[in-house]
């Protein structure tokens, strides 16, 4: 059970959870992830089957896209629904004064993320020293908003109005701190109502597989199951790729440097995906000194050896 499942999480369960789901499923231990989604939160979630874990690593800097609620009116201890909320002493923003505001945020910025996260601080996760009524002090990071515009406005609570964005920004954004902020920066507060992600990285929420369709098909047997998976490196095309004769597939299976035979277009120590003869994805190597280095060998001695045999 080798590939890559788009699932689309529904809001409840942690990203953790459906990783276990799957796990039961697919009668494996080996699935991950590639992205966390908050618990509230839903759509894409990549999971990563048997050999395709190997490769997870190429995902992470992946860029995400959002549709996020952003509730203006109000500021919340977690800066999303869950939270504690304390009304805002400022007016409430108008549309145009927030789409004024967004173009601030475009590019890098610098983010302060929630005291409500995962971080470690000195080694304890920041949300449970902030439910410990501990004081959390997280150090700003840099990170990179594509695109903001508004989706929808809805202003029908004059004092509580509500606007749907469209988000697409790096990886390691937190969109929670994105709706903090831009409520602060229309004098007002804001957290994040809910949210969807609609794409991780060439992953879109449009080709995702609802979690009872997995079950579904679980349920016909492992052939079913298997249909619903994209191959091992599916979402990797940026990486230059080259095919390997049975010999040089051996002989990285051993950890050898090889000199390709066929010519390699990349930059020096640039990831490549290694192909042999029936066009199986066998390795992933670096280019150093003209010659192959092996950095993940994806198939066993024995596999390898039946390469280009027909």
């Known amino acids: ?57 190429y995902h992470l800097g992946d860029r995400k896209r959002y549709r996020a609620t952003v509730c203006f009116g109000a500021s919340s201890t977690t800066d999303d629904l869950e939270g504690e909320q304390t009304p805002a002493a400022g007016p409430a923003p108008d549309r145009r004064r927030v789409e004024t505001a967004l173009a601030t945020f475009l590019g890098t910025i610098s983010q302060r993320p929630p005291a409500y996260s995962a971080l470690k601080v000195a080694g304890r996760r920041a949300y449970a020293m902030a439910r410990a009524g501990e004081s959390v002090e997280l150090a700003n990071r840099e990170v990179t908003i594509d695109s903001l515009e508004i989706l929808e406005w809805d202003d029908s609570s004059p004092e509580r109005p509500v606007a749907i964005l469209d988000v697409a920004c790096s990886a390691g954004t937190y969109v929670r701190a994105l709706a903090r902020d831009l409520g602060e920066a229309v004098g007002s507060a804001a957290y994040l109502g809910a949210l969807v992600r609609t794409a991780s990285g060439p992953f879109r929420i449009e080709d995702a597989t609802s979690i009872d369709h997995v079950r579904a098909a679980a349920a016909s047997g492992p052939s079913k199951l298997a249909e619903l998976l994209l191959p091992i490196d599916a979402g990797l095309d940026r990486l230059p790729e080259v095919t390997a004769t049975r010999d040089e597939v051996n002989a990285l299976t051993r950890g050898q440097f090889v000199r390709p035979s066929s010519p390699v277009e990349t930059l020096p120590d ?8 029936l066009g199986r994805l066998v390795a992933i190597a670096r280019l150093k000194d003209g ?20």
């Open 1 to 57: 059970m080798d590939g890559i499942l788009v699932a689309l999480k529904p809001t409840g369960p942690t990203s953790h959870d459906v990783v276990v789901l799957v796990r039961r499923l697919a009668a494996t231990k080996r699935v991950g992830h590639g992205g966390t989604l908050d618990p509230f939160a839903s759509g894409v979630l990549p999971l990563f089957l048997g050999r395709a874990t190997r490769l997870v690593e």
């Open 291 to 310: 010659h192959l280095a092996p950095d993940k060998v994806l198939v066993d001695q024995a596999a390898a050896s039946g390469a280009g045999r027909a």
């Open 270 to 277: 640039q990831p490549i995906r290694v192909r042999d003869e």
